[in-house]
């Protein structure tokens, strides 16, 4: 049974930063492409980065040069480095596997406001 367990969140004025953690266990890690979503209230929810298996990463345009994904293999943890944060930016965050099917975690909410 795969699990992630997201960390980290919390409440940030705009400006600031937080570093949000989803640590997997179950599985074999390294295999997995890892993602971050999010979902804003009343607001469907969207992909905010990916980081594949190999190392490759992607961002949603809104994120790019504030937000950055990592991978450990060795901590079988995801990162996700969040900077100059906006109250656009409030949601709650999803830690997501994907390997042949993707798993969730539960979601950690942070809250960007002065």
């Known amino acids: 049974q795969v699990q992630l367990v997201e960390s980290g969140g919390g409440f940030v004025q705009p400006g600031g930063s937080l570093r949000l953690s989803c640590a997997v266990s179950?599985?074999?890690?390294?295999?997995?492409?890892m993602g971050w979503y999010r979902q804003a209230p009343g607001k469907q929810r969207e992909l905010v980065a990916t980081?594949?298996?190999?190392?490759?990463?992607n961002y949603r345009d809104s994120v790019k040069g504030r937000f950055t994904i990592s991978r450990d293999n060795a901590k079988s943890t995801v990162n996700l480095q969040m900077n100059s944060l906006k109250a656009e930016d409030t949601a709650v965050y999803y830690c997501?596997?994907?390997?042949?099917?993707?798993?969730w975690g539960q979601g950690t909410q942070v809250t960007v406001s002065s």
């Open positions: 179950g599985s074999i890690f390294s295999n997995y492409a």
């Open positions: 980081i594949s298996s190999g190392g490759s990463t």
């Open positions: 997501t596997a994907t390997w042949g099917r993707a798993y």
